[in-house]
């Protein structure tokens, strides 16, 4: 599977948007870009994938570059709930369901 | 509700002692796996599951077993347990192992080998 890289940290103030970034440069064409959270030592949670086209859910945008070397995961109204590690995983069908956790991006949302 | 449920939460336990730690979900998934989550290290799968008797080593194998006997079920058995085995397990399951089905995670377990 591609590696991904991620800023360390980022902070985003309480109603606005949040756009973390990832760099996948070595991502194959069958790779999916896919995000989730963690909050503070819960379960990791599923936000998003892509493996081409830009896609929204209710809880965020995915935006893929046309190379697909890099996307950004938007959330669109930050709320103090959203303050998390934010991981962003390419997989592949060759991946045998692994999902290859990196050190994510800490988010911190303030008032 | 959807979810994977794992037990038990927390757990203290003595080096040597044989524990299970279980995990189950109720979406009929076919895939199931396990992580452990240390600090500096990430989350690392341990074993994975493809269906039903179908087991297979992931990154962190050693000391663990698992079985799947049935398809919601899939335990984590740490035979002789080390205080090296002291971490954050997860527990997690998706519909296919194919790279377009999302993960659902357990809780966790937080367990200590003293």
């Known amino acids: 599977d591609a590696k991904t890289t991620q800023p360390t940290s980022m902070d985003c103030a309480e109603g606005r948007a949040a756009n973390l970034p990832c760099n996948h440069s070595?991502?194959?064409?069958?790779?999916?870009v896919y995000w989730y959270r963690q909050i503070h030592s819960q379960g990791p949670q599923y936000i998003i994938h892509?493996?081409?086209n830009n896609e929204t859910n209710e809880m965020a945008s995915l935006i893929i570059t046309e190379d697909r070397k890099s996307s950004t995961l938007i959330l669109p109204h930050a709320t103090l709930r959203d303050t998390a590690v934010y991981y962003c995983?390419?997989?592949?069908?060759?991946?045998?369901?692994?999902?290859?956790f990196g050190a994510g991006t800490q988010v911190v949302v303030t008032p | 509700e959807a979810q994977v449920t794992q037990n038990p939460r927390y757990l203290i336990t003595v080096t040597g002692k044989k524990l299970t730690v279980t995990c189950s979900q109720n979406?009929?998934?076919?895939?199931m796996s396990w992580y452990r989550q240390d600090p500096g290290l990430g989350l690392r799968q341990i074993y994975y599951?493809?269906?039903?008797?179908?087991?297979d080593k992931g990154d962190v194998p050693e000391g663990y077993k698992v079985s799947r006997k049935e398809k919601r079920n899939f335990p984590l058995i740490l035979e002789s347990p080390s205080p090296n085995q002291t971490s954050l397990y997860f527990c997690?399951?998706?519909?296919?192992?194919?790279?377009?089905?999302?993960?659902?995670f357990g809780q966790g377990t937080r367990l200590t080998v003293v």
């Open positions: 599951s493809m269906n039903v008797e179908v087991t």
């Open positions: 995983i390419v997989r592949g069908t060759d991946s045998w369901g692994k999902l290859q």
């Open positions: 997690a399951s998706s519909l296919l192992w194919t790279g377009n089905t999302e993960a659902f």
């Open positions: 979406m009929n998934h076919e895939y």
């Open positions: 070595t991502i194959s064409g069958n790779e999916y």
């Open positions: 892509g493996l081409k």
